[in-house]
């Protein structure tokens, strides 16, 4: 027997960044990214977790399948990526990030969970695995609410 079609889709990408060297100018990019994809991410009810490590970006996004797709497209457009790769495109049966949009960059609090997930050498060499992308959205999502005294998730 088949299984049942839904129209609740996640896609995971990487990118490479088109980010200034200047910290306070990267910085600033960054906030604006954010800005944007809150606004936009609403709208469209669509939620995802970006991934920031060196001048890469990984995402998961997640929603309808129209609304995924003309973000997707969204993203591939920006001037801020470049060389935009979908890791994973499929069919999921509930959401499992909270946010419209959340981000992380390597810090001294997530570096443990950066370093478990060993995306750079993968991103590197543009071979990100899916798995290792959506592991460590889902760590990074867990650590930032178990920091806001939540311990479990119900969506």
């Given at each position: ?152 998730l119900f969506i």
């Amino acid at each position: 027997m088949r299984a049942k079609r839904t129209s609740l889709v996640h896609i995971i990408y990487f990118s490479r960044l088109n980010l200034s060297s200047e910290p306070a100018k990267r910085s600033e990019q960054i906030n604006e990214i954010g800005r944007t994809a809150q606004k936009k991410n609403e709208f469209a009810v669509i939620t995802s977790f970006l991934v920031i490590e060196g001048n890469f970006a990984c995402q998961v996004i997640e929603g309808e399948r129209s609304s995924v797709h003309e973000t997707f497209d969204r993203v591939s457009a920006d001037s801020l990526h470049r060389d935009v790769q979908i890791s994973e495109w499929r069919e999921i049966a509930k959401r499992e990030f909270v946010h419209s949009f959340k981000s992380a960059q390597r810090t001294a609090g997530n570096d443990t969970l950066f370093a478990k997930a060993n995306l750079l050498p993968m991103l590197q060499r543009g071979t990100p695995k899916a798995s290792a992308i959506h592991g460590l959205c889902l760590s990074l999502q867990s650590d930032a609410m178990s920091r806001q005294g939540i311990d479990h998730l119900f969506i």
